[in-house]
C-alpha cells in the first residue's frame, strides 16, 4: 500500500504549456505539502494546505496553482511552463501540521525542454 | 528567519564503523526536528522526529539528538552497512508552521 503516491513519475514537457501533477494520501493525514528540488539538490517549501485551506503559500509564481478536492488529494497545475521549472516536485503529508512527522511521495520529476 | 546547515556536505566510511552526522539551525524557537534519508531518484523516507520537548530518538541503530539552546542535531548511525548510503536530510519545524531543510549530508559506506 502506498501511502503518499504521486503521478505522473516523469514528466517531459515543453515550454508554455500547461501541466499537472497529482498527489494522493491514504494516510488519514488532515495537512498535505508541495516541495521543490532543485538541480542542487534542495528542498523548499512552496504550498501546505490543512483540511483543503491553504495555510502556506511561499515566494511562488502564480503559474502555480495547488488545488485539494478533499483532504486526501492534493493537486499542482503549473501554467505556461518554463525551463527554470525544472525540477524534482515532491508531495508529502502530515497529521496535523508541522508538530507531526511528514511523509514523502516518490515525486515527479519534470523536465521543461 | 530559520536556516539549516549540515556538515559534512559527504561523508565516506567503511563497513561496520559507527558515525555521525550534523546539523545546525539557527532559531532555537523549534517545534520538532525530523531526519529523512533519501535514495538516489526516490523520494524522502522519514528516520526519526524529535519533538521540542524531547532530547532524542531511537530506532533501531538509528540515534537522533536535539540541543536546542546549541542549536544542534545529531544523527548517529551505529555499524554501518553499505546499505545505509544515501543523502541524508535534517529539516526544522517552527511558528512558521513548516519544515525547513539543510543541504543534505551524502553518506557511501564501503563494503
Given amino acids: ?11 517531459v514537457t515543453q515550454m508554455g504549456n500547461d501541466k499537472s501533477i497529482k498527489c494522493e494520501q491514504n494516510l488519514g493525514h488532515d495537512t498535505m505539502y508541495w516541495y521543490k528540488q532543485d538541480s542542487k539538490k534542495f528542498l523548499k517549501i512552496m504550498f501546505s494546505y ?13 503559474r502555480f496553482s495547488p488545488k485539494s478536492p478533499d483532504k486526501a488529494h492534493l493537486n499542482l497545475h503549473i501554467n505556461s511552463l518554463e525551463l527554470g ?21 516518490p515525486g515527479t520529476r519534470l523536465t521543461v525542454t | 528567519k530559520q536556516e539549516v546547515t549540515q556538515i559534512p556536505a559527504a561523508l565516506s566510511v567503511p563497513e561496520g564503523e559507527n558515525l555521525v552526522l550534523n546539523c545546525s539551525f539557527t532559531d532555537s524557537a523549534i517545534y ?16 526519526l522526529l524529535i ?5 532524542e530518538q531511537t530506532s533501531g541503530r538509528l540515534n537522533a539528538s536535539l540541543d536546542k539552546s546549541s542549536g544542534r ?5 551505529a555499524a554501518s552497512q553499505p546499505g545505509d548510503s544515501a543523502t541524508y536530510l535534517c529539516a526544522g519545524g517552527g511558528a512558521t508552521n513548516k519544515l525547513i531543510f539543510g543541504t543534505g549530508t551524502l553518506l557511501a559506506v564501503q563494503p
Avoid at chain 1, 490543512?50 to 502564480?62: A, D, H, R
Fill in chain 2, 32 to 47: 520538532n526536528l525530523q531526519w529523512f534519508r533519501q535514495d538516489p531518484g526516490k523520494g524522502l523516507t522519514s528516520l
Fill in chain 1, 1 to 11: 500500500d502506498t501511502a503518499v503516491s504521486q503521478t505522473p513519475k516523469y514528466l
Fill in chain 1, 85 to 105: 521549472d525544472s525540477a524534482v516536485y515532491f508531495c508529502a503529508s502530515s497529521r496535523n501540521g508541522d508538530r507531526d512527522a511528514q511523509y514523502f511521495g
Fill in chain 1, 50 to 62: 490543512n483540511n483543503k485551506e491553504l495555510i502556506i503559500n511561499e515566494t511562488v509564481p502564480n
Fill in chain 2, 73 to 77: 542535531s545529531t544523527l548517529y548511525i
Fill in chain 2, 51 to 55: 519533538q521540542s520537548s524531547q532530547r
